[in-house]
């Protein structure tokens, strides 16, 4: 749609009924199994980043931007997901990824346990714990990993693998001494115990992993980053002699590695959170991008596929903090590892999702002008204070500034630096998360199932039934590697039973 100019109407009418072409053909519904899943979760990516990460990706290219295109936007099958948690309506990273990864919704605050389980109460885990679409592929043979820009034993990741009563349990030095007397396991240790032999893990979070006051790796003089552990154990230590396998803690050894040669692989970058892209030292800290082509290079040799989760999780952290930038360029980056993973999988046996596990208090509006800067301001004044405004608002956050009794003056702050922090209504120390609906983008086999609005705890049961795995297989064959057409439905005494408990 290049030839014609925004003002013929020739521009438009093109450009639709290509796109009109394009839909038809997904009428043929892609039906095979999925060899592969890949769930790209970007932390915090509600509907408005998503659009205004999409502005932010063009105008980098020198483009207006509204037109430009996310790799998810390119997706064939987009749904809405509820993100409510159990006990809350607007929920938490840790009950949400308990409902994306193991299909059950639970109560905010928790990881891969149900709803019965009570936040921070060690004894309601026991008996609670529900499994995660992970350890389904891991027990039907398929490589896994794990791929974080947040700690690898941090709320999303950790519902994949653990069983936790409270998401802050890092390690034991950050447990109530009851809780460990009473047999509760950090996250960190049940990252290298619950599940063996996860393939692919990388991230940050080094400190959870050696012993308290053990320096670090690479800050060996911060106090701050030394090691957290009680327990004396050094986990790293014992994954690398138990794996024989490589464990890396920078960009260079990462990509020294020759993915044909490495069977398993523990990368921590950081001895937390890694660095947000925009302040990333690319000597020495991977991008995500990076991080996902090794990860998948090394699952796809396992002939029966792999299920790989990689968060972009510092867009959440970028909105928590009212800095729009530093959140919108998390949201880019993430989309550049969607695009490269796209050109090393294929769509025929790959099925993947992208969807955010909750939204964010962020929105953008005030009738900028077309290609208006997105870290810009609103074309008008207030017609109540006079004074300018960014088109990027908080409706909470710690952005709320008054000066003698008025708005602060934006036009007097670079108010397109990275760390910018956006003006908001409320006045917080940190901004909240939002409780509307969140985009499901879906591509791949069976990827048509995630088509409406649906509760979040659905799309690790689609996953699953793409792949044959988990629960619901009656509809495999394995012979031929093609799905059968009769779809194996719950009897209807479950049906009814089910009915009976919403009513």
Not at 2 to 30: G, I, M, R, S, Y
Not at 78 to 97: F, M, P, R
Not at 326 to 334: D, G, P, S
């Amino acid at each position: 749609p290049t030839t014609f100019t925004v003002k013929d109407p020739l521009f438009w009418n093109t450009w639709a009924q290509h796109t009109l072409k394009n839909a038809l053909t997904l009428q043929k519904l892609n039906q095979n199994t999925a060899k592969n899943l890949i769930l790209f979760l970007g932390d915090g990516m509600g509907i408005p980043t998503v659009t205004a990460a999409r502005i932010l990706k063009g105008q980098l290219s020198g483009l207006s931007g509204e037109e430009t295109q996310l790799e998810m936007d390119k997706f064939p099958f987009v749904a809405l997901s509820k993100t409510y948690n159990t006990n809350a309506q607007v929920s938490d990273s840790a009950g949400t990824a308990t409902a994306y990864l193991c299909g059950v919704k639970a109560n905010e605050g928790t990881v891969g346990v149900s709803a019965a389980a009570v936040r921070s109460q060690c004894n309601t885990t026991q008996g609670n714990e529900v499994t995660s679409i992970l350890r389904w592929a891991k027990e039907a043979g398929k490589s896994v990993g794990i791929v974080t820009t947040t700690r690898v034993n941090h709320a999303t990741p950790s519902a994949a693998y653990a069983h936790c009563v409270d998401r802050d349990w890092f390690s034991d030095g950050e447990m109530p001494a009851e809780a460990v007397q009473a047999g509760c396991k950090d996250i960190a240790r049940q990252l290298f115990e619950n599940i063996p032999n996860i393939d692919v893990i990388m991230g940050g979070g080094r400190k959870y992993m050696f012993p308290k006051n053990q320096s670090d790796v690479e800050y060996p003089g911060e106090k701050k980053h030394f090691g957290t552990r009680k327990d004396g154990r050094n986990l790293v230590e014992e994954w690398t002699n138990r794996m024989k396998n490589k464990y890396v803690w920078n960009k260079k050894e990462l990509l020294s590695l020759n993915p044909n040669n490495v069977d398993y692989i523990l990368g921590l970058f950081e001895p937390g959170d890694l660095p947000y892209n925009l302040e990333r030292n690319t000597e020495t800290d991977p991008s995500l991008t990076e991080m996902v082509e090794l990860a998948i290079k090394i699952l796809r040799k396992n002939p029966r596929g792999f299920y790989l989760l990689v968060e972009g999780g510092r867009i959440d952290h970028g909105h928590h903090e009212g800095k729009a930038k530093q959140a919108l360029h998390e949201a880019v980056e993430m989309d550049r590892a969607i695009g490269r993973a796209d050109l090393i999988t294929s769509i025929y046996d790959t099925m993947t999702v992208v969807t955010a596990d909750h939204s964010h208090m962020f929105n953008f509006g005030g009738y900028t002008p077309r290609g208006n800067t997105i870290f810009g301001l609103a074309p008008m004044l207030s017609d109540v204070d006079q004074k300018p405004f960014t088109a990027i608002l908080y409706g909470n956050g710690p952005g709320f500034k008054v000066i003698n009794g008025l708005r602060e003056n934006v036009s007097t702050l670079d108010y397109q630096e990275n760390n910018y922090q956006a003006q908001s209504a409320v006045p917080l120390r940190m901004e909240t998360h939002g409780g509307e609906d969140v985009a499901v983008f879906a591509k791949g086999p069976m990827a048509h199932l995630l088509h409406g609005v649906h509760e979040q705890n659905y799309i690790p049961h689609v996953m699953a039934y793409a792949a044959c795995i988990g629960q619901n297989r009656d509809h495999c064959m394995s012979s031929s590697g093609a799905f059968s057409l009769s779809p194996a439905l719950p009897s209807m005494a479950a049906l009814l039973t089910l009915t009976r408990l919403l009513c």
